[in-house]
């Protein structure tokens, strides 16, 4: 025998989980059971693919056994088993680097903690709810010993050897006085069929029954055990197809969608896609859970394969079954693999129509979608290029003139003579909206669409057009060129201010590239643009924050406002003695008010110090 210390995050985990999910701790249930089903799915996958295994012949069983007397519950399952380090490893230390963030991301509500319980994979520990010591006996296939794990949820447990028969687990409940109604029938037969009707391994409940005068004991199942997704949706109601989700993803919220497909044909398979109502915690982790298993012919093959889906749809939830696959088909071939390559192919066009179709149908609906995870299916329009248009189609921004817009409504809306669609990018909604760049298309009552969000940056470049038409970022040094109207006045003005254009380049020459005349300004006297093959200033923050350190120095377009107060007098005075002070300031506070920050503000600050001295 020997003893042992639980992890110091478990202790923690069995706290909490025993003062803040306990309105809701039936769902342990759920959490063995579920357990022992991917323990057979694991066995059963072994069978079919591993020569050791190949003459086992495995009916895969659940039982669940009650001991009033003894005040015990038993889950049983024929399935892979553990072994002694398999115990220490899976039910003493939390190897999954999402425990910690699931500790973090506890608030105290226990509705919404008991939520994250399953996405966590923490559901061993909640039967620590309604047990006050709990015996794991275990063995693993194609092993001869048996061992038994014991422990009181104190911080400790033990390992013995033990014995048993046959491979697979048992788990005993010790229950806790007060918890006695988890040993009646009704209630465990109650909470399998909320939970784990469509497990698709037959459940058996221990009953006993009364037969002429004498008590008998006799196995009973008590779920369906059909695999839902292989059943015709008009069989299905909508609480089926919720509850499965729950007790697929341990979420205990409600779907926002489904989208199930029987198909037949040259290929034949069922998917069964659920899009959550709350966000996965891992959802911008690189080490995420894909969220989607692969069966062949109903046997499950993998969980963990990150290619079943593009990584831009990692929220989606769900199964996919081919009947056209080999049952043995290995992990390394499954990637090169043309049916499944096919079955993915049509998965994401099914799941971004769906989406289409939502957002015509039921904008609301799809509005809690996009704010869930609207900046993840973005990552699409750069990866996906073969669904590039479909994508664009689902894209919601803000703008300049409303909360949201989509491209088409944007396109639908604008203004005879408009050539193309504009954005504007960077971090801070308000400083975008009154951002000198886009005073001209204010006062042109020009739509611009109004992009704080980061990866936007990123992707908005790959788009340049919409239904052939431009899409252009304001920030561009060839915007201006659209902007113009009267080509004979802006020559004149061009000869107007050369002279203050020449001295201001030069002045100037180390910060910029070029010095001109905007015709996109309105009141403002500066603004800086990019050079349109160059990266704009959010681009080249989102660099940085990856990890680009090393980036060239992009140097700036300084635009100035023939219009404005300031510069018309510059042009009348440009031998000033201020000359100098005063192009600067034009050029520091045109990336103030841009939100860049300053190379030197206490330079900055002294200019200004300067020129005020001599107006007062
Ligand atoms: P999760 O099931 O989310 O991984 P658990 O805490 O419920 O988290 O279980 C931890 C691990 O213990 C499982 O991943 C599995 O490897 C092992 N395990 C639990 N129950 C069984 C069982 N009945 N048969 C075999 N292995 C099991």
Same mark, same amino acid.
């Given at each position: 025998?020997?003893?042992?210390?639980?992890?110091?995050?478990? /202790?923690q985990l069995l706290d909490l989980m025993i003062h803040s999910l306990y309105s809701n701790k039936e769902i342990f249930l759920r959490e063995?059971?579920s357990?022992?089903?991917?323990?057979?799915?694991?066995?059963?996958?072994?069978?079919?693919?591993?020569?050791?295994?190949?003459? +086992?012949?495995?009916?895969?069983?659940?039982?669940?056994?009650?001991?009033?007397?003894?005040?015990?519950?038993? =889950?049983?399952?024929?399935?892979?088993?553990?072994?002694?380090?398999?115990?220490?490893?899976?039910?003493?230390?939390?190897?999954?680097?999402g425990t910690?963030s699931f500790l973090s991301q506890l608030s105290g509500d226990a509705k919404k903690d008991s939520s994250l319980i399953g996405q966590f994979g923490v559901g061993?520990y909640s039967a620590f709810m309604v047990?006050?010591?709990?015996? =794991?006996?275990?063995?693993?296939?194609?092993?001869?010993?048996?061992?038994?794990?014991?422990?009181?949820?104190?911080?400790?447990?033990? !390992?013995?050897?033990?014995?048993?028969?046959?491979?697979?687990?048992?788990?005993?409940?010790?229950?806790?006085?007060?918890?006695?109604?988890?040993?009646?029938?009704?209630? $465990?037969?109650r909470i399998?069929?909320k939970y784990?009707?469509?497990?698709?391994?037959?459940?058996?409940?221990?009953?006993? %029954?009364?037969?002429?005068?004498?008590?008998?004991?006799?196995?009973?199942?008590?779920?369906?055990?059909?695999?839902?997704?292989?059943?015709?949706?008009?069989?299905?109601?909508?609480e %089926?197809?919720i509850d499965?989700y729950k007790q697929l993803t341990g979420d205990s919220n409600d779907p926002l969608?489904?989208?199930?497909?029987?198909?037949?044909?040259?290929?034949?398979?069922?998917?069964?896609?659920?899009?959550p109502s709350v966000a996965p915690f891992?959802?911008?982790? @690189?080490?995420?859970?894909?969220?989607?298993?692969?069966? *062949?012919?109903?046997?499950?093959?993998?969980?963990?394969?990150?290619?079943?889906?593009?990584?831009?749809?990692?929220?989606?939830r769900?199964?996919?079954?081919?009947?056209?696959?080999?049952? /043995?088909?290995?992990?390394?071939?499954?990637?090169? /693999?043309?049916?499944?390559?096919?079955?993915?192919?049509?998965? =994401?066009?099914?799941?971004?129509?769906?989406?289409?179709?939502?957002?015509?149908?039921?904008?609301?609906?799809?509005?809690k979608?996009?704010?869930l995870?609207?900046?993840?299916?973005?990552?699409?329009?750069?990866?996906?290029?073969?669904?590039?248009?479909?994508?664009?189609?689902?894209?919601?921004?803000?703008?300049?003139?409303?909360?949201? *817009?989509?491209?088409?409504?944007?396109?639908?809306?604008?203004?005879?003579?408009?050539?193309?669609?504009?954005?504007?990018?960077?971090?801070?909604?308000?400083?975008?909206?009154?951002?000198?760049? !886009?005073?001209?298309?204010?006062?042109?009552?020009?739509?611009?669409?109004?992009?704080?969000?980061?990866?936007?940056?990123?992707?908005?470049?790959? @788009?340049?057009?919409?239904?052939?038409?431009?899409?252009?970022?304001?920030?561009?040094?060839?915007?201006?060129?659209?902007?113009?109207?009267?080509?004979?006045?802006?020559?004149?003005?061009?000869?107007?201010?050369?002279? $203050?254009?020449?001295?201001?380049?030069?002045?100037?020459?180390?910060?910029?590239?070029?010095?001109?005349?905007?015709?996109?300004?309105?009141?403002?006297?500066?603004?800086?643009?990019?050079?349109?093959?160059?990266?704009?200033?959010?681009?080249?923050?989102?660099?940085?924050?990856?990890?680009?350190?090393? +980036?060239?120095?992009?140097?700036? #377009?300084?635009? !100035?406002?023939?219009?404005?107060?300031?510069?018309?007098? +510059?042009?009348?005075?440009?031998?000033?003695?201020?000359?100098?002070?005063?192009?600067?300031?034009?050029?520091?506070?045109?990336?103030?008010?841009?939100?860049?920050?300053?190379?030197?503000?206490?330079?900055? *600050?002294?200019?200004?110090?300067? #020129?005020?001295?001599?107006?007062?």
């Open positions: 025998m020997s003893k042992h210390k639980f992890d110091t995050e478990i /202790n063995l059971i357990n022992a089903s991917d323990a057979i799915d694991k066995l059963k996958f072994l069978t079919i693919s591993d020569e050791k295994f190949k003459d +086992l012949s495995l009916e895969p069983r659940i039982e669940i056994e009650v001991d009033k007397d003894k005040k015990k519950l038993i =889950v049983r399952d024929n399935g892979i088993g553990m072994n002694e380090e398999d115990l220490k490893e899976h039910l003493g230390t939390i190897a999954k680097s910690k061993f047990a006050k010591k709990i015996e =794991v006996i275990s063995k693993k296939a194609g092993e001869d010993k048996a061992y038994k794990w014991v422990s009181s949820g104190n911080g400790e447990y033990e !390992i013995k050897e033990a014995k048993k028969k046959t491979q697979g687990t048992e788990v005993i409940l010790h229950l806790k006085d007060g918890e006695e109604e988890f040993l009646d029938d009704w209630t $465990i037969e399998v069929k784990s009707n469509h497990i698709p391994f037959p459940i058996y409940l221990l009953k006993e %029954e009364e037969k002429d005068g004498k008590k008998e004991k006799k196995f009973e199942q008590i779920n369906k055990a059909s695999a839902l997704w292989r059943l015709n949706k008009n069989e299905i109601t909508d %089926e197809y499965f969608h489904w989208i199930h497909t029987n198909a037949e044909g040259t290929l034949e398979y069922s998917t069964l896609f659920y899009i891992d959802l911008f982790r @690189v080490d995420y859970q894909p969220g989607v298993k692969l069966y *062949v012919k109903r046997v499950f093959i993998t969980d963990d394969d990150k290619e079943l889906m593009p990584t831009y749809l990692r929220f989606v769900g199964i996919i079954d081919s009947e056209d696959l080999p049952l /043995n088909v290995s992990r390394e071939i499954l990637q090169q /693999n043309t049916i499944l390559t096919k079955i993915k192919k049509s998965s =994401v066009k099914k799941i971004l129509n769906e989406l289409k179709k939502i957002k015509e149908k039921d904008f609301d609906k799809y509005l979608f996009w704010k995870f609207g900046k993840v299916l973005k990552e699409g329009v750069y990866t996906d290029f073969e669904n590039r248009d479909l994508l664009l189609d689902l894209l919601l921004f803000k703008s300049t003139k409303r909360d949201t *817009v989509s491209l088409k409504e944007y396109k639908e809306a604008m203004k005879e003579g408009q050539k193309s669609i504009y954005y504007i990018t960077g971090e801070d909604e308000k400083m975008l909206k009154n951002s000198p760049l !886009i005073e001209s298309f204010k006062a042109k009552d020009i739509e611009v669409l109004i992009l704080d969000d980061e990866v936007d940056s990123l992707i908005m470049p790959m @788009v340049t057009e919409y239904d052939k038409t431009p899409v252009k970022s304001v920030s561009t040094s060839d915007i201006d060129e659209e902007q113009k109207e009267d080509k004979e006045k802006d020559k004149e003005k061009e000869e107007e201010f050369s002279k $203050i254009l020449v001295k201001l380049k030069e002045i100037l020459k180390d910060e910029v590239k070029d010095v001109k005349l905007s015709s996109r300004l309105k009141e403002s006297p500066s603004c800086i643009v990019f050079d349109k093959n160059d990266p704009d200033f959010a681009m080249q923050e989102m660099l940085k924050q990856m990890g680009q350190t090393n +980036l060239p120095k992009v140097k700036p #377009i300084l635009e !100035i406002n023939p219009d404005n107060e300031i510069i018309k007098k +510059l042009s009348q005075n440009d031998s000033l003695s201020e000359l100098n002070d005063i192009a600067h300031i034009l050029y520091d506070q045109a990336r103030l008010i841009e939100g860049m920050k300053l190379e030197d503000s206490s330079e900055f *600050v002294k200019r200004i110090n300067k #020129i005020l001295t001599k107006t007062i």
